[in-house]
Structure formats: structure tokens, C-alpha cells
DNA sequence: CGGAACGTTGAGCATAATCAACGACTGTGG
DNA sequence: CCACAGTCGTTGATTATGCTCAACGTTCCG
């Protein structure tokens, strides 16, 4: 097989056939797994009025940290980083963002984070105030932002164990179990195949650690054979899935 | 002065004098602080007739880690820990809470941390359905309690940079200045004495340190004359708050 | 007084960072 | 077509930060 970056089937297909807003809703490929799935389609066709698609190229910048709060987003197809810097410059990814993700800061002026597409990215954008104002109008939207957040809290208080206490070893293999899961394929002989959505310096970036150990690391594991590159050093083969479970919860 | 536990000021007189559930909202010491500022007095009688106050000695368990989730909490006055664990039992705490602050797992059956008592605790609890339930009836309880998450998951983020990005001199100075800003209380010619609510090892686990290096690097301030122990290990004074600022962020 | 919990300090060590060199791949322009 | 620069990734040598292990001091109980 080859690998290819597209992480899921993006909608260029659906947007270049269909023009009401309302269909291209109704056909988006995140219409049940974004906040959307929340509305009715009679009630998705208010949201759809308000939202814009956006398409972003790799390496494009969303929102800037310090910059007015006024947009936020659904992601279509890609996936975004959402980075942190300290005053010298360290940078820290707070958080990969997928299809159906929300992204954007609500309730407040400023952006607390700079928020970057690391491969082309579709968006269905709103302005801050028009989705907060639809959160009183559709309060089932609420009720699932709700949950989407507080599985956002989640997942960061499971990063905080990993930054606080986890070594550069487990830090990578539970690193690239979560990319398995999340956008793995499976490959022959119960394999998984990743296209690693990001450099090894935003890998770095992710873990807190320095891109020369994530290399030893991802090294260390090729050498034990938990996985292999095929091709170049982006398209990643995990062989034994059950040694990287292993490597990340020794039971 | 005498620095004591007491972080702010707690219900114990109230609740002596008092016998209304409604009034025993009303002169609440968080009425205006946490979730239940967002009802007016009327719909406040609602919730205060399905929340039970309970007092937790410091050491006390609120919530395991696994067990099963059906209690959410606001605290009155005291603090709490909540600690994820690796399966080797390495320990990080991935928040400290303090009065007005909400604890709890919604929307799931299962806590994935464990919630413990640091200091003397009250808390008004209410059974997770129960509360679920009323974030249905009062929308604008949970636009609040969806603020307060988003405002957590802030701060999350930002302590994903510090476990990721920051030295241990770094994150020990940023943990008092969160302490002075929380809890901290006016000393002698602008200093600002905190009762540190943690022991070294809570500190080390909160920090992603071990406590030989928190008393190294509070050995180092102490040195620095950033700031001064009185008494004890736990009744601290910052001496030089704004040499403090300057070591979390060197502008 | 004795013990336990908590905290500090020191010596040595290990993990991951830093510094440096080099290889692979890509796109550009002669 | 090849030379070149630029980006990305790997590997090696060395260093430093923070961890481990150990001893000891302090406080606060019974």
C-alpha cells in the first residue's frame, strides 16, 4: 500500500458538487462526530448560514497568541497544533487537534495560543460572537461543547502524566499509540500504518523533549523492531502494536 | 501575624447559627464565587434542597481513581488535590483546587483521578445525576459551569508548558507566585506571606520534581533572600515579590 | 523519651540536553 | 542535467540538570 497525508476523506469532492448550504452540511464528512451532530438538520441549517469553510495550507497560521478573540472553528479535514512559548522562546504543543475537533477561544478577548495547520486543513469557521450566540439559542450545542471540553480537560490532565513523570522512552511510544489510534490504519500481519502528521521537531514540541531524543528513541524502537519506516521517515509502520502497549502500561 | 490554615474565611459559624438550606445558601462564604452565582435566589433554593454539606479532614479521600463517579462537589473553604497515577505508581497532581472551585466528573461513570483533601475541607456535594439534571433546568448554570472548565483547561495548558518547557527553578518560583496570587495574604513592606497548603512532596508532585529538588531550589531563594521561612517549613514569606516575577518571567 | 513524618543537605549517577558533524531529500537556477 | 542551498533527520561526544541513595536535623505527636 502507500500512505498518503490525507488523514480521512476530506470534502473537495462534496464542495465542488454541491452549492446550498444546508446539503453541504448535511453531507459534511464531520457532520456526526463535530459539535454539529448536536442540531437537527432543520436547526443545522441556522448553523450552517453562519459558518464559512476555510482551507489552510501547511504551515498556516489560524490565530496568534495575543491577538482579539473572533474566530473559532470546526475542523473539516487536517489537523492543527495549538502551541504555548514562554518569554525566550521555549514552545510547547498544548494540543493536536482532528476532524471534528473544536478549536478557538470562547468568552474572552485575546488568545491565549497560537493555533497552526501542520498539513492542509479544512475548516468551517464562525465569529466568536455568532457562536456564542448560538450556544443560548440551541442549548443541546452547549451540552455537547460541554462534553467536548471536559474531554479536552481530560486529555490534558493525561498530557500533564506524561510531561511530569513519564521518561522520553514512554513519552514517544505512548506518542505514537495515540496517533495509531487516532488516525492509524491497519496494515498486514495486524500492523498499523501512520502517516506521522508532524516533523520530528513538532514531535519534540509535543513531548517537551529535544527532536535529537525523540530520533534516539524513535531509533530504539525501530531497532528493537516495534516499528519501521517505509519509504522516507514520515510514513511509520508500527509491527508490534502489542510491545508498544506494553512499552506504555508495563502491566 | 500568625499565618494559619485557614485559607479563607469557612461556614462553620454560619452553619451553627443557621437552619434554612436557603439562607444557608444565601450567606454562603462562595455564594458569589462558585457555580451557584449564576442563580438568583429563587432558583438557588432549588439547588440548595439537593446539595448536602460535608466537612473532609486533610489526608481524606473524596473520589478514587476507578471508582465509580456519582458525586460533584463545590468547595466551600479548604483545598484539594487531584492526582493521575502511572501504573508503577509514579504520581502527578494535575490540579489543586480551592473554595468556589467545582470538582467532579460529569457525564461519565468512571473517575479517572483521585480527589483528596490537603488541608480541612467543606464541601456542598450532589449526586452527578442529580446535578446533570439541573444544568438541563437552569442554562445559565451551565454556561457558567462551561466557563469555569474553559478557564480550567487554560490553566491546564499552561501547566503543560511549565511540565514540559520550564527548569525546576522555573516552576518552583511560578508555584509560589500562583500560591501569593490564590491564597497569599499582605505581609511587611510589600511582602506577601503564604501558608503553603502542601507538603514538599505534594509541591514535587504538582511540579513534576522530586522534593529533594523543591528544597534545593527554595533553599536557593531562601539564599537569594527571595523569600523567608517563619517558624516552620510551611508559613512562607516572599520577601521580594517583584524578584520573584522576574525568575517566572525573565521579560 | 521515642518514634514517625517531614524536611534539608551531600555525593554520585543517569537521563536527556547541548553541540557538532553528516546524510538524505527537495526545490531552484544555471 | 547537475550544482547548490535549505530543510529535515540521524548519530556521536560531551555536558548539565535533576534523580537516586543516604545521612541527618526538626517538629510534633503519643
Known amino acids: 500500500m502507500t500512505l498518503t497525508l490525507d488523514l480521512l476523506p476530506t470534502a473537495h469532492g462534496i ?10 452540511c448535511h453531507n459534511c464528512p464531520v457532520r456526526t462526530s463535530a459539535l454539529c451532530e448536536s442540531l437537527n438538520d432543520e436547526d443545522l441549517a441556522t448553523l450552517s448560514g453562519l459558518g464559512r469553510r ?3 495550507k501547511a504551515g498556516q497560521v489560524l490565530t496568534w497568541a495575543g491577538d482579539a478573540a473572533n474566530l473559532v472553528a470546526n475542523i473539516v479535514s487536517g489537523a492543527l497544533k495549538v502551541t504555548a512559548l514562554t518569554v525566550d522562546g521555549r514552545e ?9 475537533d473544536f478549536v478557538g477561544q470562547l468568552f474572552s478577548d485575546r488568545n491565549a495560543l497560537t493555533v497552526t495547520a501542520i498539513v492542509d486543513t479544512d475548516l468551517c469557521t464562525y465569529t466568536r460572537p455568532a457562536f456564542e450566540a448560538l450556544l443560548d439559542e440551541f442549548p443541546t450545542l452547549q451540552r455537547t461543547l460541554l462534553k467536548q471540553v471536559l474531554a479536552s480537560l481530560n486529555d490534558a490532565q493525561d498530557r500533564m ?5 513519564k521518561t522520553a522512552h514512554e513519552r514517544v511510544a505512548g506518542f505514537l499509540q495515540f496517533l495509531a489510534k487516532r ?15 508532524v516533523t520530528r521537531c513538532e514531535m519534540a514540541d509535543y513531548l517537551g523533549l ?14 528493537a523492531s516495534v516499528l519501521t ?23
Not at 92 to 100: D, E, M, T
Not at 161 to 165: D, H, P, Q, S, V
Not at 184 to 193: L, M, Q, V
Open 183 to 197: 488516525i492509524g490504519c491497519e496494515g498486514p500481519d495486524g500492523a498499523i500504518d501512520i502517516c506521522l502528521p
Open 92 to 100: 510547547q504543543i498544548v494540543a493536536l487537534l482532528f476532524p471534528g
Open 210 to 223: 529535544t527532536i535529537e531524543t525523540v530520533s534516539r528513541q524513535l531509533t530504539r524502537l525501530r531497532t
Open 54 to 56: 476555510r482551507n489552510m
Open 229 to 251: 519506516f517505509i519509504g522516507g521517515s514520515r510514513d511509520c509502520r508500527i509491527l508490534d502494536p502489542e510491545q508498544l502497549d506494553y512499552l506504555v502500561n508495563p502491566i
Open 15 to 24: 464542495q465542488a458538487t454541491v452549492s446550498s448550504p444546508a446539503s453541504r
Open 161 to 165: 502524566l506524561t510531561l511530569g513523570r
